[in-house]
C-alpha cells in the first residue's frame, strides 16, 4: 500500500527526472537553428507537468498524516492510482530522457544538421512520450482536485 512517504518520494524523484529532461529539451533547442515545433510543445507538456508535481507535493504538506493513512476503499484506492500515475510518469520521463540524450550528442561535422536527422527519426516515440506525458499530468491534475 503506498503512503504519503512513499508518494512524496515519487512526486520528489520524478521532480528530478522533469528538471533532467527539460534541460536537455533546452539544449537541444540552443543547439540546433530547425526545431520541430513537438519539440517546443513537449517542453511545455513538461513544465506543466512539473508544476502539476509541485502542487500534488505542496498539498501533501499542507494535508494532515490522518487523510493519507486510509489504505482501504475509495481513499485507498485514489493513493494507488497517485503512485501509479508517478511511477509511470517517471518510467516515461526516464526514457526520454535517454531518447533526448541519443539526439543532443555532439558531433565534431555537421553537429546540427545530424541532430535535425536524429530528431526526425525519433519523433515517433517522442509523439508517443508526449502523449503519456500529458496523460500523467492530467491523472495527477484530477486526483489533485478530487483530493482538495
Keep these: 500500500m503506498p503512503e504519503p512517504l512513499s508518494i512524496t518520494t515519487g512526486v520528489l524523484s520524478i521532480l528530478n527526472v522533469c528538471v533532467k529532461v527539460g534541460y536537455e529539451l533546452r539544449v537541444f533547442h540552443n543547439n540546433t ?8 510543445e513537449l517542453g511545455k507538456d513538461v513544465e506543466s507537468l512539473k508544476q502539476t508535481l509541485e502542487a500534488v507535493r505542496e498539498t501533501l504538506e499542507q494535508t494532515d498524516g490522518d487523510s493519507h493513512t486510509q489504505q ?9 492510482n497517485i503512485q501509479q500515475a508517478l511511477e509511470s510518469g517517471e518510467m516515461t520521463l526516464l526514457k526520454l530522457e535517454t531518447v533526448l540524450q541519443q539526439v ?3 558531433v565534431s561535422f555537421l553537429n546540427a544538421p545530424r541532430k535535425q536527422l536524429r530528431l526526425q527519426a525519433a519523433s515517433d516515440r517522442i509523439a508517443i512520450f508526449r502523449s503519456q ?12 482536485q478530487s483530493f482538495i
Design 33 to 40: 537553428k530547425i526545431v520541430d515545433e513537438a519539440v517546443g
Design 72 to 80: 482501504t476503499g475509495h481513499l485507498g484506492s485514489h493513493w494507488r
Design 104 to 106: 543532443n550528442k555532439e
Design 133 to 144: 506525458i500529458q496523460c500523467s499530468r492530467d491523472v495527477l491534475n484530477t486526483s489533485l
